[in-house]
């Protein structure tokens, strides 16, 4: 079986209300999405979701990424070659990331589909009964935040997540006890700076005003990079704190667990590359006994169901935030969620269907590559 096609869109998921948090605003959320077709007739698709700010990419960049570079790459080859397209991948582009991941999920959307088994089962099987998420509440003032914590815990979610970091420290204080106010002070709340406190002296000095918040973990307080900062807060504060911008490698791990910088980490496939590099990373946490989650950039159904696949198949991923459907008014995907679970249907790959006209739909710019040639679409 050989890759011998690639269509590669770029899309415009719009959302159902604006996504907020510290560095940027969000109407809609730009992707590209990515199916491959082999010359048995099996197609797979993967997904991107680049960011400037966490993983260095902008769309169109990465639609040219892919079209010239990393689908030329994979043509003529079997997508159970992983490891070699990973490395082909790496030697031909430094960094990009997001583009890497989108193919890295289409490959393993057709070794399942090749294979008769779900992603899951090709990675380590199911290492979890079940799989939750939380409601992510965007920053709003904090009467609303904490008015939308009520309806959401209403709804049946189990836990929160607060995006904070926009302004200054003590409005972000404020939103997060108006909401542990109004949910009360069993339901578990983990916030999220989104690198929004910048210092090490400010971070240490909020986390410390929040104890009273009985606060799940603090994530990426201060800027992306800045693991010795990490560390420094995780000695001179009591509540857990996880890596997130900062886990953007492997050697990013390493160096975490060296400075013993983290208590979580948040492994996302469009920071990592892909599945995996995903899996590989949450396996050296596991062996330094740091606890890993699987986040997201906003993904459709599609990066969605590849992170889960991962969550699934890894006891040491101990959570999951891919709630990026939810917060769709359209996409063009069917995973599905049952409050406060998503279930995975067990079917072949990622175990999704996609629909062509929404994808036609959404797409605003489309491209063929096949061989030696390649020809545009709309």
Known sequence: MKIIK????????PLKEPFIISYASYPNMAAIILRLETDTGLVGYGEAVPDEHVTGEQVDAAFEMLKNVLVPLILNRSPFDIEGIHQSMNASLVGNPAAKAAVDIACYDLMGKATGQ??????????????????????????VMADKAVTAVAQGFSSLKLKVGLDDAALDIERIYAVRKAVGDDL?????????????????????????????????PIRIGDIRGLAEIRRKVSTP????????????????????AADYINIKLMKAGGIFPAVQMAKAAEAAGIIAQIGSMVESSVGSAAGYHAVMARKNIQSAELTGPLLFAEEIGNLHY???????SGKPGLGIDVDPAQLKKLTSKSVIVEGKGDSDGN
């Open 6 to 13: 690639a269509d590669i869109y770029s899309v415009n998921f």
């Open 118 to 143: 779900p992603v899951y089962n090709l990675i380590g099987g199911m290492a979890h009964d079940n799989l939750q998420y939380p409601k992510v509440l965007s920053i709003e003032a904090p009467a």
């Open 188 to 220: 578990p709340i983990r916030i999220d700076v989104n690198q929004g406190w910048k210092t090490v002296g400010l971070a240490v000095q909020t986390i410390n005003r929040l104890e009273g918040a009985n606060l799940t973990w603090v994530e990426q």
């Open 241 to 260: 704190i996880m890596a997130d911008e900062s886990v953007q490698s492997m050697e990013d791990v390493l160096e975490i667990i060296r400075l013993d």
């Open 338 to 344: 049952e409050l406060p679970y998503v279930k995975l």
